[in-house]
């Protein structure tokens, strides 16, 4: 019986940020035999019982639209199997995520978690000898997301309305080799690694991005063992957390630091850019556990 797949995406990106994964994936599914197509998720018309697997790639824009994508999520896990799973995916839209994988005993970035403006004017106190990254608990793609002096007035200012919006503003110590671009990304697939990136420093201090606009650089790195075992951790931690199963796909941002050692940014389980542009060899490694899962 053919496989029938369908990668969820959306119907508008930005010139800098393409989805240039699905089309590399939509052709190593069909070579594979399966019935492989892109569906816009919030597209009334998009039918997902239709398909043995839908798989969550670019639904960059579900932080415009929460109810919406939440009500997706239910309608698409009653009808067919959703990889990422539908309870996982609601676990990691809240970036409060990271207090329970701390929990879990997996090293983070400490963070304050500001619900209400004196919250905000303590956390940035905390560190007023030195920079913050103030960002949202709730959001993708670095939206609302500044690099600031503590002292800055902008800091408060994007925190309080973070917190107007119904919202969580966390706040950060500057990590500097974050802004440094140390960062790196290790993809874990079906619970192997399969390549990893560094994406190059992304924040302007004062807020805002370097060049103005969200734009990634990924090039391929070699992960540290060091690296491999911490991803390793962090998503046994994960299924410890949520119950859930080992995730299909996962991007688990690191970054190695003189003031909190190897830490962890994000675990990504919803739709992270896969970079499959930049390691082709990781594209049979994604439709293999796809076609796998659809099975």
Not at 221 to 232: N, Q
Not at 252 to 271: F, M, P, R
């Amino acid at each position: 019986m053919t496989p029938r797949i369908a990668l969820a995406v959306t119907d508008a990106y930005a010139d800098e940020d393409p989805d240039v994964d699905t089309p590399l994936l939509l052709d190593a599914l069909r070579a594979r035999g399966a019935s492989a197509e892109s569906i816009v998720w919030h597209d009334p018309a998009a039918t997902p019982a239709d398909h043995d697997l839908v798989a969550i790639r670019s639904t960059w824009d579900y932080p415009e639209r929460p109810a919406e994508f939440d009500r997706w999520l239910t309608r698409v896990a009653a009808s067919t199997r959703l990889v990422n799973s539908a309870a996982t995916v609601r676990w990691n839209l809240d970036k409060a995520y990271l207090r329970e994988l701390a929990d879990a005993g997996i090293r983070t970035v400490p963070t304050a978690y500001c619900r209400a403006r004196p919250d905000a004017r303590a956390a940035l106190a905390a560190h007023a000898d030195g920079r913050v990254v103030v960002k949202p608990a709730f959001s993708a793609g670095a939206r609302d997301t500044g690099l600031f002096e503590a002292t800055d007035p902008r800091a408060l200012a994007l925190a309080e309305r973070i917190i107007r919006s119904a919202g969580t503003a966390m706040v950060q110590p500057e990590v500097p080799e974050l802004s440094a671009g140390a960062e790196r990304a290790l993809y874990v697939i079906d619970g192997h690694h399969t390549h990893t990136i560094a994406k190059g420093a992304l924040l302007e201090v004062g807020g805002g991005f370097r060049g103005g606009v969200y734009r990634e650089n990924p090039v391929p790195v070699e992960a540290t063992a060091a690296e491999h075992r911490f991803a390793e951790d962090v998503l046994r931690a994960v299924v410890e957390v949520t119950g859930e199963p080992m995730p299909l796909y996962a991007r688990i941002d690191v970054v190695d630091s003189a003031a909190h050692g190897l830490v962890l940014l994000e675990a990504e389980l919803i739709e992270p850019a896969l970079n499959l542009h930049v390691a082709p060899h990781a594209i049979d490694a994604v439709a293999d556990a796809l076609l796998r899962a659809a099975r």
